[in-house]
């Protein structure tokens, strides 16, 4: 098979596990892991197959056409940052895949978990391989409704719901933004692929939607990767299983908004904009996060925190836009994912072990978990920026972007400083706290974790020790092509474990002092943060209830006013405005008919049924109960079937024939459930009132009737129908082959409108069925139906 | 309804009514007629049944739910423009063939499936809504 092909169903194939993921795991219980993470293995192995031709500066691109009519088409770009992301996707999918067989182990919905990681990981590999940009916006939509169910995995807690719920509308709506600002994209620079797109050169900086563009883009972007102020829905979110926390919310998902302006920056970065921007929006993201993260006790949450702080940091390291700058912004990256997973795994293996996550009632695990503490520490360490691990490299590259000696460098250096120094201190109480210490009674029985828990954060934690120990290699194959494709030009990262004393240098290790001494009044710390948050009082999450509650407010408030419930003042609105709309539009354009001429000579029947019809509409008016009327009705709609029979319309008579015996028959119904009283006791001005309108409706449909006669019929459809009916269909009744052949997709859609309102009639009469004991009678009724059929 | 002679009559109106809607619907493509009137026909029959003998009568008398008439109904005109897609030209195409039953060459089409699915989605849904208003009306 070739790349192509290949490629695709590299695609597709987490969605075919997916699909399978529920009755395996019916069948193998939590082993089902081993066998559904060979599909990310095996993607893996597909996709690092490319690195050689990647590192050596090719993009590799290949797809199908989709819709061509609009020029949009299923294709992939796979350059140094694609592959990057797509690595990290499909390498730290498998070891997530394994590491939540043992997580769940025995849950009774495990296999419903592995089928929405795999839909995750499946849209994530979509979102950023994706060419097209009406690609991208769908699998950057459908990521956020796998992040909606995996979050409310948990969905018989009301957190677990409001997280979810809360995740989906941020991103959801973020996802919006993104999409107008494509499109802006689109309409300036004429093109729906990113590849092309990247070729622009600063034709769309210079446009003077370029505001508007960026603006949306950013919206989308800084939704997704939970910047101030939309981060709340990040730590909300923990609300999922540990794995998800691992997976999604801090190794991919929340990357897409990263990934995304990292893809834009060539063709959308470096103006005035753009780095005031980014690096606000960061570096307050990156300062607030850390300084949130200290004030939690439960370890998923610090965690969650300093994911916040570090998606800022590589918003802020983005839209610095320096060489060193970005070439930081592709190692944190990577490093970010490593220990940030590693970390996560090893609370939630806390967590299942011993039934806590809060770091202050554990302690003394050490000789308990001597694995688990390892891992931690070496996640920790990278975490921390300390040497030989990859964090630290990634820090020092970012250390070496503020060597400018100028203001704005300055306050950057000592934010980021700060930022760092406080994430330094929550990575060790995650790691040292629950394992050093005196032994703390925890709930359960401690013992160290089975290898499907250890082997994820294990392998996490020892590529952030082997990239940096290799990193020459890594370098080549990994960090150099993805940054240059974030610059947009070739760039060489450089950096290594030799030491080389300058600025970057006294930066850490002003870090590392700083970070130790938070990190031993780390209770102090938390006591300030509680205090001055309290004071503060108001933060976006509760904003964002109050939002919500506003929006339902204004709906119910708008929905009252517009639909009181009442169907007679429905009616008269509806049909006053039909009688508006036929009477106006002549009078204002003076496109009356001219008076209808009458022939002198009409047959006797035909004066007979006219007779007829207006003796069944006078009966209407007059008739003293309501069924009277409503058979009187019946009369005037057979006479009109008749006139459609005399003037050759003998498929539409019949119709009219059985519609009017069927509708006579469905009103006497629906009157005899309405209980209404039997005679119509409207004052006399509401009778005048509806009188008038529907005199003005009749008059008008008359009038339009007469106008649109007057035109002369135009025959090409007639005779186009005459001449194909029988030699093309089959059929010498032109009206049936209509509608069932040559317009026959529209009559499908007609029939299963028709089946719809058959259902939804169904559905209100059940409802309107109203107190208990008719429900009840109403269930019985439907059982028995059930059990004929 | 209390009437002896509607009650009697009624089963053979019934019949003659649906026999009469199939007629209808089988004659549509060449003469008046088609899926949507031999629906509202066996439609009106159905509802004479019910006046004469009650609802429970007819449920048990169609024995399948009508909304699952109308879902089959729906599914057999949704195949119908599908299997053109299988023979390889656009949807909705109609397709003919002309075996010979009992030495009579009967023209069967993609078109004909189509309209009896035009049919019982309207026998379905049409008799849906008047057997449970009749059903609650008599309450």
């Not at chain 1, 490319?50 to 590192?55: T, Y």
């Not at chain 1, 760039?491 to 474990?497: A, P």
């Not at chain 1, 057979?638 to 024939?657: E, K």
């Amino acid at each position: 098979m070739d790349v192509t092909a290949l490629t695709f169903l590299a695609l597709a194939l987490p969605f075919a596990a997916a699909l399978v993921a529920p009755g395996l795991t019916r069948l193998l219980g939590h082993n089902a892991a081993w066998v559904l993470a060979i599909a990310p293995a095996a993607i893996f192995l597909h996709f690092l197959r490319f690195l050689p031709d990647v590192a050596s500066g090719e993009i590799v691109t290949g797809g199908y056409t989709w819709i061509p009519s609009f020029n949009v088409s299923f294709s992939w770009l796979i350059d140094g940052l694609s592959l990057t992301f797509m690595l990290l996707i499909s390498g730290i999918g498998a070891l997530i895949v394994l590491y939540s067989g043992g997580y769940l182990k025995g849950h009774p919905q495990q296999g419903r978990f592995f089928a929405f990681i795999l839909m995750f990981m499946g849209s994530m590999q979509g979102l950023v391989v994706s060419d097209s940009f009406l690609m991208l916006f769908v699998f950057w939509e459908l990521t956020s409704i796998a992040s909606f169910l995996l979050i409310g995995f948990d969905h018989a807690r009301e957190a677990a719901r409001r997280a979810a719920l809360q995740a989906l509308v941020v991103t959801g709506g973020g996802g919006l933004l993104l999409l107008a600002g494509l499109l802006i994209l689109w309409n300036v620079s004429g093109v729906t692929q990113l590849s092309l797109l990247l070729s622009f050169g600063s034709e769309l900086k210079e446009s003077p939607f370029y505001l508007a563009a960026l603006l949306l883009v950013l919206g989308g972007a800084f939704t997704k990767s939970a910047q101030f102020p939309f981060h709340f829905w990040l730590p909300n979110a923990m609300e999922a299983p540990t794995p998800v926390s691992a997976y999604l919310h801090s190794a991919t998902m929340v990357k897409a908004g990263v990934y995304l302006l990292m893809r834009l920056n060539p063709v959308l970065g470096g103006t005035p904009e753009w780095q005031l921007l980014l690096p606000l929006f960061g570096v307050t993201t990156l300062v607030i996060g850390a300084a949130l993260a200290v004030r939690q006790t439960d370890m998923k949450l610090m965690l969650a925190y300093t994911t916040v702080a570090s998606l800022g940091l590589l918003v802020m390291s983005i839209g610095l836009g320096s060489p060193h700058a970005v070439e930081a912004a592709a190692l944190y990256l990577v490093a970010h994912a490593l220990f940030k997973g590693a970390l996560f795994m090893v609370a939630g293996i806390l967590d299942h072990e011993t039934g806590s996550r809060d770091f202050t009632k554990l302690g003394g695990l050490r000789s308990a978990m001597p694995l688990t503490f390892a891992i931690a520490l070496a996640a920790a360490l990278s975490m921390g920026g300390l040497p030989p691990f990859f964090g630290f490299l990634a820090k020092e590259e970012l250390y070496s972007a503020f060597s400018a000696s100028n203001l704005r460098s300055a306050l950057f250096a000592m934010l980021t400083v700060l930022g760092n120094a406080l994430m330094f201190a929550v990575a060790f109480a995650v790691a040292l706290k629950p394992f050093l210490g005196p032994r703390v009674n925890a709930p359960k029985h401690v013992h160290e974790a089975p290898p499907l828990l250890w082997i994820g954060p294990a392998v996490l934690a020892l590529k952030g020790l082997s990239i940096a120990l290799f990193s020459g290699l890594a370098h080549r194959l990994v960090s150099s092509p993805t940054a240059s494709a974030i610059a947009g030009e070739p760039r060489t990262v450089e950096i290594s474990l030799e030491p080389h004393v300058g600025l970057p240098l006294a930066l850490s290790a002003l870090t590392v002092a700083l970070g130790v001494a938070f990190y031993l009044n780390l209770a102090r710390l938390r006591a300030a943060m509680v205090t001055i948050l309290a004071d503060i009082g108001w933060g976006p999450d509760r904003g964002f209830d109050q939002f919500l509650r506003g929006l339902v407010r204004l709906a119910v408030a708008v929905t009252r006013r517009l639909q009181g419930g009442r169907f007679d003042v429905y009616m008269t609105a509806t049909f006053a405005l039909v009688a508006i709309v036929l009477l106006a539009i002549p009078l204002l354009y003076g496109e009356f008919p001219r008076a209808p001429f009458f022939s002198a000579d009409v047959p006797v029947h035909e004066l007979a049924i006219i007779a007829i019809a207006v003796g069944g509409l006078f009966a209407v008016v007059v008739a003293s109960d309501r069924l009277t009327a409503i058979v009187s009705l019946g009369i005037q709609g057979f006479a009109v079937a008749v006139i459609y029979l005399l003037y050759g319309a003998p498929d539409l008579s019949f119709t009219q024939f059985m519609v009017e015996t069927l509708s006579v028959v469905v009103l006497a119904l629906v009157m005899t459930r309405l209980r209404l009283s039997p005679a119509d006791h409207r004052p006399l001005p509401e009778k005048a009132r509806d009188a008038t309108i529907a005199l003005a409706c009749g008059l008008g449909f008359a009038l339009f009737l007469l106008r649109v006669t007057a035109v002369p019929f135009d025959r090409s459809l007639t005779d186009f129908f005459n001449l194909y009916s029988k030699s093309v269909a089959h059929g010498a009744n032109v009206v049936n082959v209509i509608i069932v052949d040559f317009r026959g997709t529209d009559t499908l859609g007609e029939i299963a409108v028709v089946m719809i309102t058959g259902l939804a009639i169904l559905a209100l009469v059940r409802l309107r069925a109203g107190s208990l004991k008719r429900a009840v009678v109403a269930e019985a009724d439907e059982t028995a139906v059930e059990e004929r059929a | 309804m209390k009437s002896v002679i509607f009650r009697t009559l009624a089963p053979v109106l019934t019949s003659l009514m649906m026999l009469f809607s199939i007629f209808v619907l089988l004659r549509g493509h060449n003469e008046p007629g088609g899926g949507f009137i031999g629906g509202l026909i066996a439609v009106s029959a159905l509802a004479i049944y019910g006046m004469a003998h009650g609802v429970e009568t007819v449920r048990r008398a169609i024995f399948f739910h009508p909304m699952a008439i109308a879902g089959a109904g729906l599914l057999a005109a949704t195949s119908a423009g599908l299997i053109a897609l299988f023979a390889g030209v656009p949807f909705m195409t109609g397709l003919w063939i002309y075996p010979a039953i009992f030495g009579l060459e009967v023209p069967l089409s993609t078109v004909l499936l189509f309209d009896s699915g035009v049919y019982l989605v309207v026998v379905g849904a049409i008799s849906s809504i008047a057997l449970s208003l009749e059903e609650r009306g008599g309450e």
